[in-house]
């Protein structure tokens, strides 16, 4: 362990001091970039460039060194004052004004944080699903407002709590209750589980139905983790030992009427109106924790010699690393334009994409998550193992990329969901197809 605001300092260095000054956030910027200069815009690049270039400033200053000794939480305020914990939509309800946002521009930040730290974008990609729904959902109501622009800005970590103990990817057979007061409010019951950002979060969002196992009775709440009745506790995961992922145990939980995003009758459909954000940032996170292993294990590969040369040059080790780079790229290039197509239709129709439109790309959403998670653990595996034993201990990031990559098909709902999304959606296919 290293001392708070000093230079880490490693028990056993297993990687001798050139190669892990090659490996530095700026020469793996270096990389990305030379790969994706000739696919961006240059309204993309030179936003990806700009979120790097804080990024690069930010390590340096504060003297970051990825350690396990950091705490994440500490660098939100920051990025939220940038502008980078989300750029999916332009605020200006709340008075925060971009000159550039939506899907692609989420896309190229996640992109620049993921390879400064997977596990710190990882969160912030957390917060970001709570800020969604309360953007849909305001109906510029002040205490809603409230909450979003601290979001929003890096006051406050967010997270969403769909998950229960008895009840993993079935997030329509809730066992959550809600009962509604006469004065509007809501007293919630029940337990959620692996939420990311919970223990440390300040707004969280909730559902909850007014009749255990029945979808069409859930509503929206807004919750603020101060109040009486919030009991969370962290569920410690040790593949993200940075991040905080809680268990909640909501008794007797009072959610005021104002707090209310979506009353009874109202919560799946909310529910799944997130679902493609919500699978295509996993997708983004994916995809990108793809570059930042492949980032190191090549420019490793281009450094570290065995028998006389470098091992790039080795078929088992260039070829297989060929092989991770076409396929990370290929789905890059896919999901750019699924961002892009989603970014065109946003802005065509107002901000809110008819059901026809939403229905067919929630499909498309979990063809991306589906894809990108399983090629995350592919890509961060390999290169894990093509670095040697330098890939596996914590002297470089590779390990972080591992570690992350082994979660990414469950959470956002896992493998199986999203085969089974997919073949619900081949058979409306066929009924629109076969006369």
């Not at 332009?90 to 925060?96: I, L, P, R, Y």
């Not at 521009?105 to 912030?124: C, E, K, P, V, W």
């Not at 919500?278 to 996170?285: P, T």
């Amino acid at each position: 362990m290293s001392e708070p605001g000093k230079k880490r300092k490693f028990v056993t260095q297993a990687i001798n001091d050139e190669i892990l000054e090659k490996l530095s956030l700026k020469n793996r910027y270096n990389f990305l970039n030379n790969n994706l200069m000739s696919i961006l815009t240059p309204q993309q690049f030179n936003f990806l460039k700009s979120v790097q270039k804080f990024c690069l400033r930010y390590e340096k200053k504060n003297n970051i060194t990825h350690g396990p000794d950091e705490d994440v939480y500490n660098w939100i305020p920051d990025f939220g004052k940038e502008g980078y914990i989300t750029r999916a939509h332009n605020f200006e309800m709340v008075d925060v004004n971009y000159d550039y946002w939506g899907a692609c521009a989420d896309f190229m930040r996640y992109l620049a944080i993921d390879l400064f730290d997977t596990q710190f974008a990882m969160g912030s990609g957390a917060t970001v699903l709570a800020i969604n729904p309360i953007y849909d959902h305001h109906d510029n109501v002040p205490v809603r407002l409230e909450a979003l622009k601290e979001l929003v800005t890096g006051q406050a970590a967010g997270c969403i709590l769909i998950t229960e103990p008895e009840r993993g990817s079935d997030a329509v057979h809730q066992l959550t209750t809600c009962t509604e007061q006469e004065d509007g409010s809501f007293i919630l019951n029940g337990d959620k589980i692996f939420n990311t950002n919970a223990p440390r979060a300040k707004w969280a969002i909730t559902y909850a139905t007014a009749e255990k196992n029945n979808g069409n009775m859930m509503a929206q709440f807004l919750v603020n983790t101060s109040w009486e009745g919030w009991n969370c506790e962290r569920v410690f995961i040790p593949w993200v030992p940075k991040l905080y992922l809680g268990r909640e145990k909501l008794v007797n939980l009072r959610v005021p009427k104002e707090y209310v995003l979506g009353g009874v009758g109202k919560g799946r459909e909310h529910l799944f109106e997130g679902l493609i954000p919500e699978r295509i940032g996993i997708a983004v996170g994916a995809i990108s924790q793809c570059w930042g292993a492949l980032s190191h294990a090549v420019i490793y590969a281009n450094l570290r010699k065995q028998f006389d040369q470098e091992i790039l040059k080795f078929q088992g080790v260039g070829f297989t690393l060929t092989d991770l780079w076409a396929r990370t790229t290929n789905l890059t290039l896919g999901l750019l334009k699924f961002c892009e197509s989603y970014d065109e239709k946003f802005e065509k129709f107002g901000g809110k994409l008819p059901k026809n439109i939403s229905q067919a790309m929630v499909a498309s959403a979990s063809q991306f998550k589906y894809h990108t998670t399983s090629l995350s653990k592919d890509v961060c595996y390999e290169c894990a193992n093509l670095m040697g034993g330098a890939g596996l201990c914590d002297n470089t990031m590779t390990h972080d990329y591992l570690n992350i990559s082994r979660i990414q098909e469950i959470v956002g709902g896992s493998r199986q969901i999203q085969q089974y999304i997919m073949s619900m959606a081949l058979r409306t296919l066929y009924k629109m197809s076969v006369m």
